[in-house]
């Protein structure tokens, strides 16, 4: 691995990474950054969760000139979170520096933003729709500035942001550098590098790399109508520290982190509905510790970077191989280990080959846990909480009160008790989800006559009939 001294970066720089707590250079730091230092075009071919963002923001860095109190750089993001996320790590970075940047993103005060943008900050990221509305209100000028980044683009493609970005390019000036990061190259993507970028220079990973060799991939083959049990079995088994479950829809989401809640579990949802308010107290929660649970759909989870996260769990199986790659890249983060698992129903299992293909990664089948393994898990959890609970000695206050019991009742009779008390008797609550049927995902690579594409949602074989075939046995 590659040092950030040998890269060539400059010394407050240096010193700001020093800090943050990192030495070496993740491989796409320490492909692109050399290269963008240069003044080239690049594009990137590289992940959420492999270090991109540092790849972008050191060059910048480099690049803004602090005498000058106007806007030089921009950074283009599909959501809020990741546009605030992008702006933490670039004023860490620039901590030694005097640079400054500033989000900004619908759901926010705009006066408050035009403000902010008055003050003269030299980086700005932001979400296409308000990066436009600045730009029509002539409270953001892009005449004068040298980089512009497009982070996560495949995802500002999926959410209808091309012709956005089309327009905000257009503003800016013909000799800036672009910098161009993408988890995929769709066609859409090479179009508009073709379009704005200058003899770009491509950054790709390797094959092997576009899932983390730190995450453990697994996959559970359960009906739909299980579904909800045998998560319920694997978070006690796991008991995870902090975790993300991905849902399908705003409705899965709802009911899935209520029927958590109900069993004892402390869950949030995570979805579009939310306003920026709400979104920011779900967040601050999960990042707290004060939720341990973070059930999200897709849209709503991009952008969104916590660290510690050791379990992603699909609760409904991801509609093609670049979902996959984007949802498992929560966990596994910083060379820490993680652990990725699916639930795939009987007619599903061929998108668990299609995503394996893809993604260059062996996904493991596992055998779905038992009731009794369930239970042992719960007990041994609650009788750690015991120990560390003595040995911490947060108990004297009982004591007296424990001394009257010990001479009515046997001892072993009232630890059984304390044990149960801590292992969360809700478990046994009722819960119904409301069951959806499958999408099935286009296979990639795989050529399908427009006419058959159409007819998928009316296919009787793709409905919930042909679901209930072959069924495994239920639980």
Same mark, same amino acid.
């Given at each position: ?19 943050? =707590?990192?030495?070496? @250079? ?12 240069? &003044? ?10 492999? =270090? ?25 993001? /599909? ?49 296409? =729709? ?82 983390? /060799? ?52 402390? @869950? ?39 660290? &510690? ?59 779905? /846990? ?106």
């Amino acid at each position: 691995m590659t040092t950030f001294q040998e890269i060539g970066i400059s010394e407050p720089i240096q010193r700001a990474i020093t800090d943050m =707590g990192f030495e070496e @250079a993740s491989p796409i730091q320490e492909k692109a950054i050399p290269v963008a230092l240069t &003044g080239k075009d690049i594009i990137g071919q590289a992940q959420t969760g492999t =270090g991109k963002t540092a790849a972008f923001a050191i060059p910048i860095l480099e690049k803004v000139d602090t005498s000058k109190k106007y806007v030089q750089a921009i950074a283009i993001a /599909p959501t809020r979170e990741l546009a605030i996320q992008v702006s933490e790590e670039i004023n860490r970075l620039a901590k030694y520096t005097g640079i400054t940047s500033l989000p900004i993103y619908g759901g926010q005060s705009i006066d408050r933003q035009i403000k902010a943008l008055k003050k003269g900050p030299h980086i700005i990221t932001g979400t296409p =729709g308000r990066l436009l509305d600045h730009i029509k209100r002539k409270t953001l000028k892009l005449d004068r500035i040298s980089v512009v980044v497009l982070d996560e683009a495949d995802e500002m493609l999926d959410m209808g942001f091309l012709e956005d970005i089309e327009r905000i390019l257009k503003e800016t000036p013909e000799d800036k550098q672009t910098l161009l990061f993408s988890a995929t190259m769709p066609k859409p993507i090479q179009n508009l590098a073709e379009k704005f970028m200058r003899d770009p220079e491509l950054v790709k990973m390797k094959a092997k790399e576009v899932t983390s /060799p730190t995450v453990k991939q697994v996959y559970y083959e359960v009906n739909e109508r299980d579904k909800f049990e045998v998560l319920c079995r694997l978070l006690d088994v796991y008991n995870p520290d902090l975790a993300v479950i991905f849902g399908r829809t705003k409705r899965r989401v709802d009911e899935l982190s209520d029927a958590l809640n109900k069993r004892g579990y402390l @869950a949030e949802g995570l979805h579009g509905d939310l306003n920026q308010r709400q979104r920011d107290v779900v967040m601050n929660k999960f990042r707290d510790g004060n939720i341990d649970i973070l059930v999200a759909t897709d849209v709503a989870a991009r952008g969104i970077d916590v660290s &510690g996260v050791t379990h992603v769990y699909n609760f409904d199986i991801p509609q093609d191989p670049e979902s996959y790659v984007h949802r498992i890249g929560r966990t596994g983060r910083a060379g820490k280990t993680g652990l990725a698992i699916t639930f795939a129903t009987p007619r599903e299992i061929g998108q668990i080959r299609s995503i394996e293909k893809a993604s260059k990664g062996k996904i493991q089948r596992k055998p779905i /846990p038992t009731v009794a393994e369930a239970k042992e898990s719960i007990q041994r959890v609650a009788l750690e909480k015991m120990v560390h609970l003595v040995e911490e000695e947060e108990y004297k206050e009982f004591k007296q009160s424990a001394g009257e019991l010990l001479e009515q009742y046997d001892a072993i009779a009232l630890v059984s008790i304390a044990l149960k008390l801590l292992s969360k008797e809700q478990r046994d609550v009722p819960v119904q989800l409301t069951s959806e049927t499958p999408r099935y995902a286009n296979k990639p690579k795989i050529k399908v006559k427009e006419k058959r594409r159409v007819n998928y949602k009316g296919n009787k074989q793709f409905g919930r009939k042909g679901e209930n075939s072959k069924r495994p046995k239920s639980l």
